[in-house]
């Protein structure tokens, strides 16, 4: 009798412990909400537009950044909510000294050839997904020196390099600088700004905001992203910072001032 209750003892025990690391594990809560590890899909995006396995053109000195999606594939869980926050992703380029790509997804074209972008999304061993495209860089004409204008972002004394788009709501918001906007926080991933005056949008669905990311939320409110996360909002694309990482350690995690600078 005293061996079956140490028995018991033991299968207690161990299924506490089942039970307390499937709880833990992301990997267990990405499975439960989205079905099986390989129903999931991740896409790689340049201007809105899907690139996987294609090759696509960019003029030499010119920057893109890379938005992914990150979403279950099967019909079954479509409509379900990925834990996406343990991922982690890295960027690879085979020929850097035609394009280089930033760890957070900005490609710099520099000079005239073609080179093939990897990128690896990993939650664990088991848990991977590689996708690629191709970049063909081609030489820049007179009349490409306006497809982004440069912009300088200055907080607490850090000056961030930035880009913004050639169209409408960016131009007009360029048109205001020099301007140093006081940037609320929100939800730890950003800060916001309401202008009094409206701007023209061009609303889509991004999916994913990534770090740097800088948009127009309705027509008056600019945001600036200092993480990446999912989303379902949308949004009116305004440019991004280069270097994320120190744009995000420099605005911190309270409201902030931010000055805006052509140039």
Same mark, same amino acid.
């Given at each position: ?7 018991? %003892? ?30 999931? &899909?991740?896409? $790689?995006?340049?201007? &809105? ?9 960019? %003029?030499?000195?010119?920057? =893109? ?21 343990? #991922?982690? @992703? ?5 020929? %850097?000294?035609?394009? &280089? ?5 900005? #490609? ?11 990128? *690896?999304? *990993? ?16 030489? =820049?004409?007179? &009349?490409?020196? %306006?497809?982004?204008? !440069?912009? @300088? ?5 850090? *000056? ?8 409408? $709501? ?11 906007? +006081? ?16 701007? !023209?949008?061009? /609303? ?27 989303? +379902?909002?949308?949004? @009116?694309?305004?440019?991004?910072? /280069? ?15 931010? *000055?805006?600078?052509?140039?």
């Amino acid at each position: 009798m005293q061996g079956i209750k140490i028995f018991d %003892k033991l299968s207690a025990v161990l299924i506490a412990s089942l039970i307390i690391g499937l709880v833990q594990n992301p990997v267990w809560q990405t499975e439960a909400k989205t079905g099986v590890q390989d129903e999931w &899909s991740v896409t $790689a995006r340049l201007d &809105s537009k899907k690139v996987n396995r294609k090759t696509v053109t960019m %003029k030499k000195g010119s920057n =893109k950044k890379i938005s992914l999606t990150i979403a279950p594939k099967n019909s079954r869980v479509k409509n379900s909510k990925m834990n996406t926050s343990f #991922l982690k @992703t890295k960027y690879h380029s085979n020929k %850097k000294s035609i394009v &280089s790509v930033t760890k957070t997804g900005v #490609l710099k074209a520099k000079k005239k050839g073609t080179a093939k972008i990897t990128i *690896t999304v *990993t939650g664990s061993e088991k848990l991977k997904k590689k996708v690629w495209f191709k970049v063909k860089v081609m030489n =820049k004409s007179n &009349s490409d020196n %306006k497809t982004e204008i !440069p912009v @300088t972002l200055t907080v607490g004394g850090k *000056t961030f390099s930035a880009k913004f788009y050639d169209n409408p $709501a960016a131009r007009e918001l360029v048109e205001k600088m020099p301007m140093t906007l +006081s940037m609320e926080e929100l939800n730890g991933n950003e800060k916001y700004h309401y202008f009094d005056t409206n701007f !023209p949008t061009n /609303e889509t669905s991004p999916k994913q905001i990534q770090a740097g990311d800088i948009k127009l939320y309705g027509s008056g409110c600019l945001v600036t992203f200092y993480k990446s996360f999912t989303t +379902s909002y949308r949004y @009116t694309s305004v440019g991004y910072v /280069e270097d994320a990482a120190g744009f995000a350690r420099a605005v911190g995690s309270g409201n902030v001032k931010i *000055t805006f600078q052509k140039g």
